[in-house]
């Protein structure tokens, strides 16, 4: 069974299809999703779906491009929504230099609030990064420094450099479509890098569908064609890379249970 470790069920593209989007992901193998939220307005919807089905589950975070409009977030907040028995995640968070929709410092400022919650509740922070790795290494480094938290860097886009960062810290990582995509070959030789029982898979639906589905809203079931393509990458069977990112989560995100 596959697990796709970072979707937004909520977004447009699924929402308004959610049964058959769902359907769709567990005909094609894929046992649990994990649901993430990226402002505050969604957590309720976010942590509603997660309770009405046993194999999606939730996070509770601001995305980086939220910061400015989510000053009054702070990690009290958010480990008072994660002690929901369905969230078992924080984030997702981060820096997103790139489109600056936020200010820098508070981007910053948020993320480590959301640290700080993950370290306090025990549940993994899920890592936004982009055009922002050296900040973003320096704050995951600073707050290891201040007590020991869980992690994964989630659509993992970045050099090999902060690759070894983040595993150095004892942080997951996280391959999307994008990996299948012709212009990756930079991030295919860091694929193979990951060691096994660091990776994980996602969709980061309803973005960044995989060949063959370039064009096309990414949904949960495409889970399986990344897997494919990195079982392929790292010269194993799909069967096995898709148990060893399945444990990879389960052991990340020890919330969750695979039962539901």
Known sequence: MFVDSHCH?????????????????????V??????STRESEWDAVISLAEREQDVWASVGIHPH????????????????????RVIGIGETGLDYYYDYSDRDRQKACFRQHI???????LPVIV???DAEEDTAQILREEMEQGAYTGVIHC?????DFAR?????????????????KNARDLQAIATTIPEDRLLIETD??????????????????????????????????????KQSSDNFYRLFGKARRDG
């Open 205 to 242: 639906s309803p973005f960044l569908a995989p060949v063959p589905h370039r064009g096309k809203s990414c949904e949960p079931a495409f889970v399986a064609d990344t897997a494919r393509f990195v079982a392929d990458l790292k010269n194993v069977s799909v069967e096995q890379l898709a």
């Open 165 to 181: 960062i983040a595993l150095d810290l004892g942080l997951y990582i996280s391959l999307s479509g994008i990996v299948t995509f």
């Open 31 to 36: 046992g649990a999703m994990l649901n993430i």
């Open 156 to 160: 993992f886009t970045a050099s090999a």
């Open 9 to 29: 069920l909520n977004y447009k593209g699924l929402v308004e299809q959610e049964r058959d989007v769902l359907e769709r992901a567990r005909a094609a193998g």
């Open 116 to 122: 700080i919650a993950a370290r306090t509740t025990g």
């Open 128 to 130: 936004h990064t982009r």
């Open 66 to 85: 939220e910061a400015d409009q989510h000053s009054g977030v702070t990690a009290e907040k958010l480990i008072e929504m994660a002690k929901n028995p």
